[in-house]
């Protein structure tokens, strides 16, 4: 019920359950003023008219002087500020209403994000594949199965042509196979469509058949470069000149890598160059020095031992490939010029491996660059 402070005349909403039949007193919050309410009593009345509203119960409040009387026995009650605020409070006008999406869009954005998911999975299902065929065929390559590795790469490439990943893993292995020339278009790729680090981009001009380019990009590097990365620049110079026929450029600079780079690369280099040009004594020279330092490398034994044999010394060449026999990448090497030098054709594993080492030649490992690299990720590129 609704009673007024009849000193300030501020509003207060009361229940109407706290007043007894003595009255209540009370003390208004804001002026302190304290006065005394009670139920007024009912009166008879006539009967009206069953449409007029019964009259209120009005609560009229009385002085605190006129009831002192009552006053040890009347209940107190003081108000709370929270209880006028139902009067006091102006009334809030009603919440805007909610706009909704329309739901042709909120369609829309449901199937773009399925999509999304969809294209997200497919990815990572063609990067999970894509890495396996990749790794497979490394692990087959790394244990001297040189033609599972190439039928893994080559089913690969028939689903994703354009992968740079598939593409150098397949121009890397025909160029360790000595078939450059067929290596060319698979490292083009892989140099059109970007993915590799800046330092390798001269190797890779020259792997892709670019000689020209990529002979001035490795010497323009030179300019801005340390000894050792200058050692680094020449050895992979001079090999751009031996894919161009300017061997005896080569031989120069690959000197000059010997002494700038502390590293076998270049001795390698020149021992194979020599061996290339029938050079029996200088191959044997420049490989018997990396052969005191790393006596079980196979690619250093097999191609000391086809100096060897060069120099017409057959059975110390034969030594030479038995002490290398083991399940690497150079195995077919070995197995093969075993083949030839003794002419048992029965050897395990040439047989499997000859049609993917071109000719009935003995065998040599290729040159060597000096910057080698792995295809990057395609979340880093």
Request: charged share 25%; aromatic share 8%.
């Amino acid at each position: 019920m609704k009673i007024t402070c009849p000193n300030c005349g501020t509003s207060y909403h009361l229940r109407k359950e706290l007043i007894t039949s003595k009255g209540l007193k009370l003390v208004c919050k804001k002026c302190g003023h304290a006065f005394v309410v009670r139920l007024k009593e009912k009166r008879e009345a006539t009967p009206k008219p069953p449409t007029q509203e019964p009259k209120r119960e009005e609560v009229v409040p009385e002085p605190e002087e006129e009831r002192a009387e009552d006053k040890p026995t009347m209940p107190e009650a003081v108000v709370r500020e929270e209880d006028p605020l139902p009067l006091i409070t102006p009334p809030s006008k009603p919440p805007p209403p909610q706009r909704r999406w329309p739901p042709l869009l909120t369609y829309l954005i449901c199937l773009s994000i399925i999509a999304a998911c969809a294209g997200w999975i497919r990815w990572r299902s063609y990067r999970n594949w894509r890495d396996a065929a990749v790794e497979l065929a490394q692990l087959y390559k790394s244990h001297g199965y040189l033609h599972e590795a190439l039928l893994s790469l080559r089913n690969s490439l028939e689903e994703h042509p354009d992968s740079p990943e598939v593409n150098y893993q397949m121009g890397e292995l025909l160029y360790l196979l000595g078939r450059r020339e067929e290596a060319i278009p698979f490292f083009k790729k892989v140099l059109h469509n970007g993915g590799f680090p800046s330092e390798a981009k001269g190797s890779l001009m020259l792997l892709a058949g670019e000689l020209d380019a990529g002979v001035r990009w490795l010497s323009q590097r030179m300019a801005s470069s340390d000894n050792e990365t200058k050692g680094m620049l020449l050895n992979d110079i001079a090999l751009g000149e031996i894919f161009a026929r300017r061997e005896p450029d080569a031989w120069g600079d690959l000197k000059k890598a010997q002494g700038l780079w502390p590293s076998p690369v270049p001795r390698f280099n020149l021992g194979t160059l020599a061996l290339q040009q029938a050079d029996g004594p200088s191959c044997v020279q420049q490989l018997e020095s990396l052969r005191q330092e790393f006596p079980g490398n196979p690619l250093i034994l097999n191609n000391l031992a086809l100096c060897y044999a060069l120099l017409g010394e057959k059975d110390k060449a034969t030594f030479l490939l038995n002490s290398a026999v083991d399940h690497s990448l150079y195995s077919p090497y070995i197995w093969k010029n075993l083949a030839i030098l003794t002419g048992n054709q029965l050897i395990p594993l040439y047989q499997a491996e000859a049609d993917e080492i071109k000719g009935d030649d003995l065998a040599a490992v290729p040159y060597v660059f000096a910057f080698s690299w792995k295809v990057a990720p395609e979340e880093e590129r």
